[in-house]
């Protein structure tokens, strides 16, 4: 299979595990669901309202749609830096992430 082939499918894969694990989490809990994904209100409401068929076509796009949230050199040093307390870790990595604005329709 060419490769261009193999990596527009595993970019539709991922986009689709994306959607339905954003879906879950924000059905589970939803303001820790917008949280952990980034994600303004607005954006959470189109993200469960989505039919399954609106969310296989969503996910057939040939871009990735999650974004790396962590894409500040100095914050991604220091969360991959080796920590004296491990169990801190978690909220550690939660209060970086917090400082970051959730994503918008502009």
């Known amino acids: 299979m060419d490769q261009s082939i193999e990596t527009l499918d595993a970019i539709r894969e ?10 879950q989490m924000l059905r589970d809990d939803r303001a820790v669901g917008m949280f952990r994904l980034g994600l303004s209100s607005s954006l959470a409401d189109l993200l469960v309202g989505l039919s399954l068929a609106q969310a ?3 996910a057939s ?17 220091a969360m991959t830096q ?7 870790s978690p909220t550690h990595a939660a209060l970086l992430l917090a400082g970051q604005s959730a994503a918008q329709f502009e």
């Open 61 to 77: 796009s040939d871009h990735v749609l999650c974004v790396f949230r962590v894409s500040d050199h100095a914050m991604l040093s």
């Open 14 to 23: 991922i986009n689709l595990s994306y959607i339905v694990l954003a879906q």
């Open 82 to 88: 080796p920590i004296k307390h491990p169990e801190i």
């Open 56 to 58: 296989v076509r969503l």
